[in-house]
């Protein structure tokens, strides 16, 4: 694999893009609106959730994506979901994307738009006019206006999550960059949440659609924080060309670069929306190893990360591994009990808990230890093949109730 | 239906059967161990989890129910699982067997046993032997016997499990007692942690097996406290004949009367296990009505209670009824969202919260209120059909937290 340089930027680290965060009156002295714009037409991807029940942002943003697979701009809301909305909720989308498009001089069909909060109520016109008056002043290429833009996407996040990397593409520099917010109602099955995904690569629409497809599989879709698949989950990718590398029309190893420099990104922000869950203490990564299958490995590392006796578990720095055999036994995978080890890792050491389906006796003081970081992994081998997976989830605190029993008072 | 009359009585109720508790050692200070023992042989059903992961116990009742389909005694401990245990835990079911067999002067293929407690430790012979010295001696049939045994079988249960019901079978009067225990990994898929069911009545194996499990399918399989499938579960119900009913072997009148009082019984026993989740504050139930299809209601009803942002939102008195919604669309069940209504109820009153899948604009302040009661209904309208289920989960609370982060210290 070629290099990629990790850089310190957000979504304005691309050419061409420019980025701002606002105030516009959802929330009471936090930002809560966000805008992403390139000076130029960008080739498009998207994926949504698979929840049967669409936020109106998702239906809007899915026929652009599915219709014409370019845009201009993302316009993102914190506050109010604009989901089980009805056909009011559709209306306020299209009068959004007029506002933002009137703006900045675009059509509306070039506005995306991302929504996230509460559910079942509409969103008011006038602070999203509000907010349009006072994003587009705002935007700029800084590495500041990522900044603000990724904390106005925020809700009950603690800390924002962007990522960005360089690297070279026929010999031309191209950027790619993100950035997503977590952190409850996750449990992604065609991506999570909110993630906007910028690049200056050059790159025909079916490519960029298939890369980005691809990477959601190993990264977003591999989180869960507390097994709600949401009404808005969406991703989205714009690519508008300025690195000025020859456009990626065939999966050669120009498309098999950007692409493991979109799955270093995409699981760069997917980890960091695990760990940042709501109420999360710690990281809880499970990687499955010597399956007989990929899909059996997901869904074990699926099932593990998303069991709750599991994750209170690793609240109580507890190695109850019985939780974890116990939550692979239950996920519809089929696994030889008798041939399971399983060792527990973190910056403070590594202990082998069980082999061939038993304990080894273990150290309890040791393994507490280890499960006391605040990034822990557990290692599960099957003994059956040479396929794997990697899920990431986190533990189940009082924090996470807190949020959540007065989540809109 | 005929009447039923439900009964304050326990395991014992039905004539000829003993019951006892004691504390053999797994825990300090409190009863640890149960037995049930008929004074005659009697005809057996059981189910048991459909986790892969299948403790000892599990696969030594099963072989029983299938092979024999006739017993005396259940004996069960709390405190140790014996799950992930291996031949050892195999073996450990055969000399328990043997021990309990021995003193009761039956066969060890007579002697069924559950276990509950951690997963992954061996259990000490000495301690069950321990037990058995202690249980045979304390054989009652008393009302106080049987509060005993239901009493030595709980976890973090706060509260016995207990119903009776009586009713005439052929001019036989019938009696039909159980009891159950939960209160943790409690999302059943064939039936749920332990239950224990001892009836008079006389009733072939093969319609006692048909009664029971489709008795299961309505009650034990439609709770959940925490979305984790044990690998324990297991319901027993022995039927010995003493009640001197016409012996029942084919499915009329008599049957369905029987049947009817298992299912009384059974989700008598499911309601108060769920109510008693752990950490619960209040009991959670879900009818969803107007379904096309039996599976689909169910599907919905079980995706609701089992959503950790719905059961944190009932601890917190909060109808934020997006939730409900969301959890209903990522269930893979497919409905039409412009179509459902939903309402709560609790003693404190009713309130419709959404129609044709949008607000109702309901007053806050009330839904609070009969939000704030210790037994929640939500009632979901899907206008496609006739077909309905109803599930039972609770809410999650910091309890919750405290009880499993530290469960093995």
Redo the contacts between chains.
């Keep these: 694999m070629a290099a990629f340089e990790s850089i310190d930027g957000g979504v304005t680290a691309p050419k061409g893009f420019q980025a701002s965060g606002a105030c516009a009156g959802f929330r009471k002295g936090r930002d809560d609106m966000a805008l992403i714009f390139s000076s130029v037409p960008c080739t498009l991807a998207g994926t949504f959730t ?5 936020a109106a942002p998702v239906l809007w943003d899915r026929e652009i994506v599915q219709k014409y697979r370019e845009a201009r701009a993302i316009i993102v809301n914190s506050g109010v ?1 604009n ?4 056909e ?1 909720g559709m209306r306020i989308c299209e009068e959004t994307a007029e506002a933002a498009a009137d703006a900045l001089n675009i059509r509306k069909e070039e506005v995306l738009i991302g929504s996230t909060g ?4 509409q969103i008011p016109m006038d602070i999203i006019r509000n907010g349009v008056s006072l994003l587009v002043p705002a935007l700029s290429d800084t590495r500041e206006a990522a900044y603000d833009a990724a904390g106005a996407i925020m809700t009950t996040d603690t800390v924002r999550k962007e990522a960005a990397v360089s690297f070279t593409l026929g010999g031309k520099k191209v950027t790619l960059a993100g950035m997503s917010k977590g952190s ?2 996750i ?1 992604p ?1 065609m991506c999570t949440m909110l993630a906007f995904l910028t690049t200056d690569a050059a790159i025909s629409a079916e490519l960029l659609q298939k890369a980005l497809s691809e990477c959601v599989e190993d990264s977003f879709n591999m989180i869960s924080v ?6 808005n989950d969406t991703c989205l990718l714009m690519a508008n060309g300025l690195a000025g590398n020859r456009e990626i029309t065939e999966e050669g190893e120009d498309y098999i670069l950007f692409r493991n420099a979109l799955s270093l990104i995409s699981k760069c922000l997917a980890r960091n929306m695990a760990k940042d869950g709501e109420g999360a203490a710690a990281l809880f990564e499970v990687k499955v190893q010597g399956a007989s299958s990929r899909q059996q490995a997901v869904t074990l590392a699926k099932s593990v990360i ?4 599991v994750k ?2 690793i ?2 720095h ?1 190695a ?4 974890i ?7 519809g995978a ?2 030889d ?2 041939r399971v080890s399983l060792r527990f890792q973190s910056k403070n050491g590594e202990i082998a808990i ?1 082999e ?4 080894t006796g273990f150290d309890e003081a040791l393994a507490t230890k280890i499960l006391s970081d605040d990034e822990i992994t557990a290692v599960i081998d099957l003994h059956e093949g040479s396929e794997s997976a990697v899920a990431w989830g986190c533990d ?3 924090e ?2 807190n949020i ?6």
């Design positions: 698979s929840n049967l029940v669409k979901a989901a089980c909305t009805g009011e509460v559910i079942g109520n409850g109602m449990h099955n507390d097994g709600d698949m949401s009404t998303g069991s709750s006796l209170t578990a609240a109580g507890d109850n591994w019985g939780r055999i116990c939550a692979m036994g239950y996920s089929s696994f009990e008798s069980a061939n389906g038993v304990t189940l605190t009082h996470y109730i959540n029993a007065d989540y809109r008072s």
